[in-house]
């Protein structure tokens, strides 16, 4: 079976074309594909699909063998994908997800590769019960919660995926891998949670860090980036366009007045191969 691996923002992926193969077990292909030790290794695999509603399809599971509903990295990876391969023909178009359908748009150099995507990630979820986040209020903003004897002050909201945003003043001194192993699976997150650490660097710049739901400490999410950009616009931290650095790279999340969210940046191929034991 052949696949590529591709990055965007530092998060990494296997993307496999569902046109062509017949995939019986996602769950156990992402396993298998994104060990880090006796495969290709990724923090989720991307596969493409026919759609009845969209131009494209896009299934995406987490390197532990869970489906997600959204990736925003991971839409990015894919639309580049799709336009280079000649599988959909337009730098416009749109992108079936389990968190509905993306609207994309690609800017390309004069040899037809995609330089940046663009990508309408929607409008935010604040109502706690559709994040889902069990608490007794209708929002989940600047909520307390005790861990590892820490009271640790978040937010929540749902961008296709549910996020929790910490802001920190120091993120290099923040214990992210046990803290964010913690908070993705506690009692109050019925689904369990991606958590991202927030830095302001400004009103215009963040620098972030991210513990993803089914993938632990990644590089980049870019979910998480959107997540962060509007809890911090909420709250007044943050102007409507930032620039967000991930541990792997670089991002644009733009906000319009009524919190629509566009997502801006890169993506790039890695390799290409073909899978002998899959």
Request: proline residues 1%; charged residues 25%; contains cysteine.
């Amino acid at each position: 079976m052949n696949f590529t691996k591709m990055i965007g923002a530092g998060n990494d992926f296997v993307i496999y074309n569902g046109l062509e193969y017949e995939i019986d077990n996602y769950s156990e292909l992402a396993l298998k594909s994104c060990d880090r030790h006796f495969s290709v290794g990724a923090d989720g695999i991307l596969v493409c699909e026919k759609s009845n509603i969209a131009d494209i399809k896009m299934i995406y599971y987490n390197s532990d063998g869970s489906r997600g509903e959204m990736c925003g990295n991971g839409i990015r990876c894919f639309s580049k994908y799709v336009y280079e391969n000649k599988l959909v023909n337009k730098k416009q178009f749109t992108v079936e997800t389990l968190a509905g359908i993306k609207k994309i748009r690609l800017e390309t150099d004069e040899f037809g590769k995609v330089n940046t995507v663009r990508v309408n990630m929607g409008y935010p979820t604040f109502e706690a019960k559709s994040i889902p986040v069990d608490i007794m209020k209708e929002e989940v903003i600047l909520e307390k919660l005790n861990i590892v004897g820490k009271e640790i002050v978040f937010s929540s909201v749902l961008v296709g995926v549910p996020h929790t945003v910490i802001f920190v003043d120091d993120i290099i001194s923040i214990d992210i891998n046990e803290l964010g192993a913690k908070l993705e699976v506690h009692s109050i997150f019925p689904k369990k949670t991606n958590v991202n650490f927030i830095e302001i660097l400004d009103k215009n710049h963040i620098n972030i860090y991210t513990w993803e739901r089914g993938a632990g400490r990644t590089l980049g999410c870019g979910t998480g980036s959107c997540a962060s950009v509007v809890i911090g616009h909420r709250l007044g931290k943050l102007d409507n366009t930032v620039k967000v650095k991930t541990e792997g790279g670089e991002l644009q999340v733009e906000l319009e007045d009524d919190y629509e969210i566009y997502m801006s940046g890169g993506a790039k191929t890695i390799c290409t191969g073909e899978f002998d034991n899959l």
